[in-house]
Every structure is written in C-alpha cells, then in structure tokens.
C-alpha cells in the first residue's frame, strides 16, 4: 500500500468513527425519558405536598429535562434570525416562564396514568430520537405520547412532545409565525402577548 492511499484510509476511519459518534444511543434516550416520567409521577403528581412544592419540583424537572433554549430558538422559526440579542433572551426567558406556568397546572391531568413504553424511532434529524409511548386512558384507546430526544455532549434532553400526532413545538412556531406576521409590533409584541399569558 502507498502512503496516499494509507492516509485515505486513515482519513474514511476518521471520518466514520465521527458519524458513529454522531449517532444518538436510543436506548439511553429511552431510559432518560423514563426517569423523567417516573420522577414526574412520583415526585410531583403523587406527592402529598403543597401545590406550591409542586409548582416548584416541576419548574426544576422541567429546566432540567427540556431543552428549552433549544425549543424557543426553533418555535421562533425564521423569526429568530432577525430578532436582536436581547429579543431573543427576552423570548426564551418568556418562553420557559409560560411553559412551566402552563405545564405545571395542567400536570395533574395524568393523575393515575401510566407511560408505557414502546421502544424508538429514527429521526431525520442528527444527533435525535423518537422515544415511542401510550397512556391508558379511561375510555377509548390509549394516547399515543412521542418524545424527541436530543443528545449533545452526552447529555439527553427533550425537545418536542408529540400527543396524537399533534406536535407542540410546531404547532408554537405555527402560532407564533402568524402572530408576528400579522402583528405590527413583531417578535417585541409576541413578548408582550406571552407576558400576558403568564
């Protein structure tokens, strides 16, 4: 073999160990998703303890699980590239303060339910992974429950919920987009309308 073709080689090693690390481990993804369900269950919804120790358990589950900086840069779509620096702090401040007031009211709602686990799916995105789930529910069948799970640096996060093929994220960023266009106050008075939902 000659030297060119020696560091080819050397160069195609690299470059596929590099995709492979790419790749995000699906079951971890899976296992990370289950802990947040059965900290969520057990340590939120079932506690017996003050709604205000609630709110507050499911504010740090919530920062710690999601990526929320991640989340709030794709609702806010193309919007995103234009808004300034501190619009986009302001955005992403809002953001999260909206989804904990919200989410954390509404948690109560699977009280007595169950996550049960259905292995992954591929995403076409890298670096991410659908964790598949159904909840029984009391009457019909049971609600399907996608998790988009997001790895970097070895760390997992979530970054969509999909309930009934219904995304969260998208259906944000389709609201938003709209709201910005058709208001003259823009990316500023979307801030302000969240402000206001809070």
Request: aromatic content about 10%.
């Amino acid at each position: 073999m000659n030297k060119k073709f020696i560091k080819l080689l050397f160069a195609v090693m690299v470059l596929c160990a590099g995709n492979a690390r790419a790749e995000i481990d699906a079951a971890k993804a899976e296992t990370f998703v289950k802990d947040v369900t059965t900290e969520g269950i057990e340590k939120i919804i079932n506690a017996d303890v003050s709604q205000a120790e609630k709110d507050q358990r499911f504010a740090e589950l919530f920062n710690r699980a999601l990526d929320l900086d991640f989340i709030g840069q794709f609702v806010l779509g193309r919007n995103w590239r234009v808004a300034t620096p501190q619009q986009r702090k302001d955005f992403i401040t809002v953001y999260r303060q909206l989804n904990i007031s919200t989410w954390s009211k509404r948690f109560d709602e699977f009280k007595g339910k169950d996550f049960i686990f259905k292995g992954s799916s591929p995403s076409t995105s890298k670096g991410q992974v659908f964790v598949n789930s159904v909840v029984p529910m009391d009457q019909g069948e049971p609600a399907k429950v996608l998790w988009r799970v997001r790895e970097k640096n070895g760390q997992y996060k979530i970054v969509d919920i999909v309930i009934e093929n219904v995304s969260l994220a998208i259906t944000a960023r389709n609201e938003y987009t709209a709201f910005i266009k058709n208001n003259p106050g823009g990316i500023d008075a979307l801030i302000a309308n969240l402000k206001s939902k809070i």
